[in-house]
């Protein structure tokens, strides 16, 4: 009997162990409440977010408050494209970044920088607290779809530096 449940518990453990689990797709949500501090998961994001393909470096400011980031883009977008996904990125990198409190992204020379309150008193809601991707996507959109309020946004734009 003991010789059976043996050889029984074995082709479990074979069994089990041939099994490929599937890799988890990796979603940006996975990241939610990372810090500023942790510069893999604030790489895993900006990897994740439209310009990946041009992203350089980045840069973290951890020393002292405000806490921010700067990602470097190898080349510059058209303009409105440019701002459009700076401004998405940035909504990205407030909701799951708990302490950044400045975005800044240098476009081959051409910085575009805001900071968490800016951007939140811009769309008038809190996606900071959305749940999931979908659901921050739903709330941003119908803003960066609207180019009017896009240019808009950078023209009255108080805080830290706007296009250099």
Do not use: H
């Amino acid at each position: 009997m003991k010789g059976i449940k043996l050889v029984f518990i074995v082709l479990l453990i074979i069994v089990s162990g041939c099994r490929s689990a599937e890799p988890a797709e990796e979603t940006l949500f996975q990241y939610k409440d990372s810090y500023i501090g942790d510069n893999g998961a604030v790489g895993a994001i900006l990897r994740m977010l439209p310009g990946s393909t041009e992203l350089k470096s980045l840069s973290l400011q951890t020393k002292s408050e405000p806490y921010g980031l700067t990602a470097y883009y190898s080349k510059a977008l058209p303009e409105e494209e440019q701002r459009e996904t700076f401004l998405f990125n940035a909504t990205f990198l407030f909701t799951l970044i708990q302490n950044a409190e400045v975005v800044s992204a240098d476009y081959d020379g051409e910085v575009l920088s805001v900071t968490r309150d800016e951007l939140q008193a811009w769309y008038g809601e809190n996606l900071f607290e959305a749940a999931s991707e979908d659901e921050l996507i739903d709330l941003a959109q119908p803003k960066l779809e609207d180019s009017e309020q896009v240019n808009q946004f950078f023209e009255n734009q108080t805080g830290v530096n706007k296009r250099d």
